[in-house]
């Protein structure tokens, strides 16, 4: 029988393309949310069913009276940005804590037998050091951003104890792709638009990250939540290549990626709630057959080609 995959936040970056990746694979997909669809596009995407609206009862109950039962329950509304958490803690805790215990209740009570996969962020782990970052590892936050989405886990965690429910978090680090207005390569690409005769960012260049295309980001979702024989009840992992790049090299590449030989320097000041290294120990997912497939080289370059033939690039 057709499987069923629900998605909170479908409209978001990486919501499109895990409902794509969901379609592939033969699945109906309905998703809720913020956003408007411009006509056909969310079907474009692989959406048979959209709600749009705040990520609570009432809005899953309208879903839930269009769309078959969900058999995967993918939770991806929430914050999104550290910035903007500290900016506005109190809108980031209710778009990540408050949508969460939402899906959570809701699951409870409509669609308990359900597989729930909550995307989280590496952003948990804090200042974690320059190592690879296992699932086991403390997490000590150093952002709203990062407090929100682990007060989010915990929930899920008690949720899945609590009535032995299958529940999944996986902790996505540095996703990136085409479509993604914001972060590094977005504001690089903006930055060389405008033909500067340098790139000044800020921190030092040696910042690590592990970079992982949002593909194989939709990819590991949508594994996790098949994945057979499996121990589900509060299951973490970690949603990362486990390869360390620094942010001078991603700079340098989107420069070559875009033709120019544009300087790159560094301030030396780092912004508030960003560790210097955050790289992820990859082998859970690994050990269940997963691995990403998009090289660094080619989604830089993939992406430097969508954002030059974006009709107008917008502030996200």
Not at 272 to 293: I, K, M, T
Request: hydrophobic share 40%.
């Amino acid at each position: 029988m057709r499987a069923t995959a629900w998605i909170t936040g479908a409209h978001g970056f990486i919501g499109r393309y895990l409902a794509r990746e969901c379609r592939a694979r033969g699945w109906s997909v309905a998703g809720v949310g913020h956003g408007a669809w411009d006509e056909g596009e969310a079907e474009r995407w692989g959406l048979s069913q959209w709600v749009r609206g705040d990520v609570a009862r009432e809005s899953l109950d309208l879903l839930a009276a269009t769309a078959p039962a969900p058999d995967f329950i993918f939770h991806l509304a929430g914050g999104s940005s550290v910035g903007l958490s500290v900016a506005a803690p109190d809108e980031d805790f209710r778009r990540t804590v408050t949508s969460t215990s939402e899906t959570l209740r809701w699951t409870a009570r409509a669609s308990p037998r359900s597989v729930l996969v909550l995307a989280s962020s590496a952003a948990v782990y804090g200042t974690a050091g320059p190592k690879r970052i296992p699932e086991s590892q403390p997490c000590v936050p150093c952002s709203p951003y990062g407090q929100h989405k682990r007060i989010a886990e915990t929930l899920g965690l008690s949720f899945a104890r609590r009535r032995q429910a299958r529940v999944a978090i996986v902790r996505m680090f540095s996703v990136y792709g085409p479509r993604l207005r914001k972060q590094l390569l977005w504001d690089l690409c903006t930055r060389l638009s405008k033909s500067p005769e340098e790139l000044l960012l800020s921190g030092t260049g040696s910042e690590t990250r592990d970079f992982l295309h949002v593909e194989d980001a939709a990819r590991l979702l949508a594994d996790v939540a098949a994945w057979e024989g499996a121990d589900l009840t509060g299951r973490t992992v970690n949603g990362g290549t486990g390869v360390a790049t620094s942010v001078r090299e991603v700079a340098e590449r989107v420069v070559a990626a875009w033709g120019r030989a544009t300087p790159v320097r560094f301030t030396a000041r780092s912004r508030p709630g960003d560790p210097s290294s955050l790289v992820a120990d990859a082998r859970a997912a690994r050990a269940q057959g997963w691995a990403p497939r998009v090289s660094l080289e080619e989604g830089v370059a993939d992406y430097v080609s969508w954002f030059r033939g974006a009709t107008v690039p917008v502030t996200p």
